[in-house]
């Protein structure tokens, strides 16, 4: 039975760390100084020398020749601190993640307080200390902070942030990081010739990359390899069956047809990479870094070996020639879909699916690749891109009419129409030949075909000329169209203003309103863009201008100005919107005060001071207006008695089609003054209203003259009081 590879080769003095010289060269210079402190904390990821470092550093201190920054090795403390030694009792070894509670810290508070058997200090090592619950930090805090002179704390953690920051103030502490894979390799090629192990030829770069830079994994990972292999050799193929990882020789089969485009080539490998049972997303990781190889080939040239450390000459100079076939630009985009496709399929419940997937998409690639720079044949004319012409995106673009004026020159494109050129006469013999070839065929000819222009790209549509106040009141129907598209409230605001002028040289565009709340509700209330802001794109994106407002009332309109079918709602929208019209009047514009996104000039609120003329009425003689006045107040108790007549006797209900008598009301018995004492109010006399129109009454005079109602008895009204 062996000792396992990194428990025979870990280090016994910080000058046989490897790739940790950040740590071991500032301890190794306060050890020389005798400038030691009494906590240290060591992080860093796993197997990378934490708590080798630590027990390095229990040697430095507790070495009879010490405190040295290079252990005798002779001394009891040292042979007890080595690979082969039992440990030594004043060194404690402590497993923070199953001695994490607050008894756990309060047994070691009382081992400190004991002095150290034999050697300087008494020195405790705290592994995986993230483990460490609050609780045993706090109870360890006064000890870590003042701790005795003989007692040391080494705290060892993969998670520095996890540890109480009370402790983790009062160390030194010491970052550890991963090794380089040049120094790991250096370093397992030394050992492999110290084991007398052979490796073949790829062995021990795969070795080191499955190791990720830690020591310890990698020398576990190549003890794996060594005890797996027959005799004192380790074969290629061993290492990547055992490794996981894709051959050498597959890669380059796959690299070289993925470069020449030959799928008949590429599929079968990748079949093959599925049937030996390969994870497909270790294949994909695999072929990701073989590209990356050769980008660092492509870029770097002859250097390639310096930075491309572990492989061999023939191995670089094959690189070498599929780097060339791919090219650069292509090497950079065939990654790009690789390492697309490397994330797509973590998770993915049928990775072999994406793998040809992402074949596909490289072959494709490499396929219009190769159909864009194809040379053309000898004697082909130059292909011309054609350009794009303004035609609907729905509508599929047309043949395209071939005409040849001559049999000595040159084929040209006629325009694309949707109208077939006419017959033309009897062409002679030194006329232009014109043949049509596929022209579309439709019900209206035209009598000559339309010159021959080139087709231009359509852009953003702009003004044709001066923008004039006829052009955007001609547009405003396909505004109000385009601003329903792009916002339904702004077209539904905009719907009810009117544009009354424009003024090109300024760009101002005066708007009518209806009333001030039309003005307000069209300037927006709410953060963002509003009605106005919408509509002077939709403006900007129809005519070209970008313009700013001007609020101006809306003049009264007529009945007889509107057209028939908008003559009811005119009529009720004039009566609504002629008196703040009439107040406001007409708006001044001051022409020395510019004009930004809005006018200073608004809808004026006061009180009119002429009022449209108004509809006819009658007038209504003395007594009439006398007796239609307001009624006396009532009393308590009194019961009107008379009935007023009726307008007409042609207006009375007939008796037999009267309604039965009701009993008279009989008002309850309260006290109060006689009836006869109370004044009769005289009833009101009204007066049948004209044809033409006349006085508008109201309340009680309608209610007598049309219902023939009769007042049995009015109350006046009586405020509540507390106690009603």
């Known amino acids: 039975m062996t000792t396992a590879l990194y428990r025979r080769y870990r280090p016994e003095n910080f ?7 950040q740590v071991t060269e500032p301890l190794m210079t306060a050890l020389r100084s005798d400038r030691v402190g009494h906590a240290y904390l060591f992080s860093g990821p796993r197997g990378c020398g ?7 550093l229990a040697r430095c201190l507790n070495c009879a020749e010490g405190p040295t920054d290079t252990p005798c090795g002779t001394c009891p403390s040292c042979v007890e601190l080595s690979r082969a030694g039992g440990g030594s009792l004043d060194v404690v070894e402590i497993d923070a993640a199953s001695h994490n509670g607050v008894d756990d810290a309060r047994d070691l508070r009382e081992r400190a307080t004991f002095a150290p058997s034999r050697d300087r200090f008494k020195i405790f090592i705290l592994d995986e200390a993230h483990m460490v619950t609050p609780q045993g930090f706090n109870a360890l805090l006064k000890l870590v902070e003042e701790p005795p002179a003989h007692v040391k704390f080494i705290f060892a953690t993969t998670e520095p942030d996890k540890v109480l920051g009370t402790i983790r103030s009062r160390t030194h502490h010491y970052p550890f990081r991963l090794v380089p894979p040049a ?11 110290e084991e007398g192990v052979k490796v073949e030829q790829g062995v021990l770069p795969l070795v080191v990359r499955a190791g990720g830079g830690s020591p310890r994994d990698t020398l576990s990972l190549l003890d794996q390899l060594i005890a797996g292999s027959d005799g004192d050799s380790v074969a290629y193929e061993r290492a990547v069956s055992l490794l996981g990882y894709t051959h050498g020789a597959l890669l380059d089969e796959i690299v070289d047809a993925l470069s020449a485009g030959d799928a008949a080539a590429a599929f079968p490998a990748i079949d093959r990479v599925v049937q030996t049972g390969q994870d497909p997303r270790r294949f994909v990781d ?13 870029a770097v040239g002859a250097g390639a070996g310096a930075v491309l450390r572990g492989l061999a000459e023939d191995e670089l100079t094959r690189m070498r020639a599929q780097a060339t076939a791919f090219g650069a630009a292509r090497l950079s985009r065939t990654a790009d879909v690789v390492s697309a496709a490397l994330d797509d399929m973590t998770g993915a419940t049928s990775p072999r699916l994406h793998l040809e997937l992402m074949i596909a998409r490289v072959l494709s690639a490499a396929g219009e690749s190769a159909s864009v720079l194809a040379p053309a044949p000898a004697g082909a004319p130059a292909a011309v891109a054609p350009t794009p012409a303004a035609a609907p995106a729905h509508a599929p673009a047309p043949a395209q009419p071939v005409v040849s004026a001559r049999p000595d020159e040159e084929p040209v494109e006629a325009p694309t129409s949707a109208q077939p050129v006419a017959s033309a006469p009897p062409v002679d013999s030194a006329a232009p030949v014109v043949e049509v070839v596929d022209a579309p ?8 075909a339309p010159p021959i222009e080139e087709p231009v790209e359509a852009s953003a549509p702009g003004p044709s000329g001066p923008v004039d106040f006829a052009r955007i009141r001609s547009s405003w129907p396909t505004i109000l169209k385009r601003l329903e598209d792009v916002s339904r409230a702004a077209w539904l605001t905009v719907t009810t203003v009117q544009p009354l002028d424009y003024v090109t040289e300024s760009e101002v565009l005066t708007l009518g309103f209806a009333s001030p709340q039309d003005v307000k509700s069209f300037k927006g209330s709410t953060p963002g863009p509003g009605p106005s802001d919408h509509l002077r794109a939709v403006i900007e994106q129809e005519l070209g201008v970008r313009v700013k407002y001007l609020p101006k009332p809306l003049p009264p309109v007529s009945l007889a100005e509107s057209p028939p079918a908008d003559r009811g709602r005119t009529a009720s929208s004039a009566s609504q919107n002629s008196e703040p019209a009439a107040k406001s009047g007409p708006v001044a514009s001051d022409a020395s005060t510019p004009v930004t996104e809005w006018a200073v000039a608004s809808i004026p609120s006061a009180e009119p001071q002429s009022i449209a003329r108004p509809l006819p009425v009658d007038e209504e003689p003395a007594e009439v207006e006398s007796a239609a006045s307001a009624p006396l107040p009532p009393q308590d108790g009194a019961v009107d ?6 307008p007409d006797d042609a207006d009375a209900p007939d008796d037999a089609d009267a309604p039965d008598e009701e009993p008279p009301y009989e008002p309850p018995t309260r006290p109060g003054p006689p009836a006869a004492a109370v004044p009769q109010r005289s009833a009101p006399v009204t007066t049948e209203r004209a044809a033409g129109g006349g006085v508008q009454r109201y309340g009680e005079a309608v209610i007598r003259q049309v ?7 009015e109350e006046p009204y009586e405020p509540p009081t507390r106690f009603a």
Request: hydrophobic share 45%; charged share 25%; net charge negative.
């Open 641 to 646: 008695q008379d009935m007023p007549p009726l």
């Open 286 to 298: 695999d072929l990701l870094e073989r590209l990356r190889d050769l980008i660092v080939i492509a």
């Open 183 to 193: 120094a790991m390799l250096e370093y397992v090629e030394k050992l492999c010739t």
């Open 50 to 56: 934490k708590t080798t470092s630590a027990r390095i």
């Open 15 to 21: 000058g046989e760390m490897i790739g940790q010289s």
């Open 441 to 448: 065929v439709t019900a209206e000819p035209v009598a000559s």
């Open 707 to 713: 219902l023939g109602a009769t007042f049995v008895r």
